[in-house]
């Protein structure tokens, strides 16, 4: 399996500020002739189920806000919130759908206000 | 808007198996693939299997094989996943997901999730 590995583990950054999450796959996400990266992140919050942000690894899902954005290739990837809001504490996930026989998630970031 | 129901909190005794229910709506049943995700407390996320309900076909994680059951009743328009010979470690939120349609993905299935259930709680405790 595609092991990814998130970093930091958590982290608090003030309203307003930039937030920066690392995502790394154990081999590459990248599909070279289609030139897609096969990477999801997710935002989840206490009680809910897993909320799709972003996808191909840079495609912001309808309906998410512009301050989320994501960056990277191959098997290394950046889930960047530009401006942290109150409602943007939650966990987030990365996640490969690049194997066919399994996805795999990332540990997990919790990001929260300082 | 689409959404996935779910049948309610469980608790199972260890050894015993579990079956959870999950009923889309307001898209074609058969059109997108099902998958299975639970969170252990406080934990991270895991892929458990998917189901095409169109042709029942399924595809289960390594981890579950031989374990885990995911069948579809196409005339309720609802998927079901087994989970059996539960132990402690088992204790989790379940949930459903729909995987999406991208002409890049094999088969035009991704294996990224748009819409979730809103979890069922299985607990096994004696």
């Known amino acids: 399996d595609i092991v990814m590995t998130q970093s930091p583990d958590s982290l608090a950054v003030s309203l307003g500020e930039r937030a920066t999450i690392n995502c790394k796959s154990s081999q590459s996400v990248l599909d070279s002739p289609k030139n897609k990266n096969y990477l999801t992140w997710y935002q989840q919050k206490p009680g809910q189920p897993p909320k799709l942000l972003i996808y191909?690894?840079?495609t912001r899902e309808s309906g998410v806000p512009d301050r989320f954005s994501g960056s990277g290739s191959g098997t290394d990837f950046t889930l960047t919130i530009s401006s942290l809001q109150a409602e943007d504490v939650a966990v987030y996930y990365c996640?490969?759908?690049?194997?066919?026989?399994?996805?795999?998630f990332g540990r997990g970031t919790k990001v929260e206000v300082k | 808007q689409v959404q996935l129901v779910q049948s309610g909190a469980e608790v199972k005794e260890p050894g015993a198996s579990v079956k959870v229910s999950c009923k889309p709506s307001r898209y074609t049943f058969t059109g997108y693939y099902i998958h299975w995700v639970r969170q252990a407390p406080g934990q991270g996320l895991e892929w458990l299997g998917w189901i095409s309900p169109n042709s029942g076909g399924t595809k289960y994680a390594q981890n579950f094989q031989g374990r885990v059951t995911m069948t579809r009743d196409t005339s309720i328009s609802t998927a079901y996943m087994e989970l059996s010979r539960l132990t402690s470690d088992d204790t989790a939120v379940y949930y459903c997901?729909?995987?999406?349609?991208?002409?890049?993905?094999?088969?035009?299935?991704?294996?990224?999730?748009?819409?979730w259930g809103q979890g069922t709680l299985v607990t096994v405790s004696s």
């Open positions: 191909w690894a840079s």
């Open positions: 996640q490969q759908y690049y194997s066919t026989s399994s996805a795999t």
């Open positions: 997901a729909r995987g999406t349609i991208e002409p890049s993905c094999s088969n035009n299935h991704c294996f990224f999730f748009d819409y």
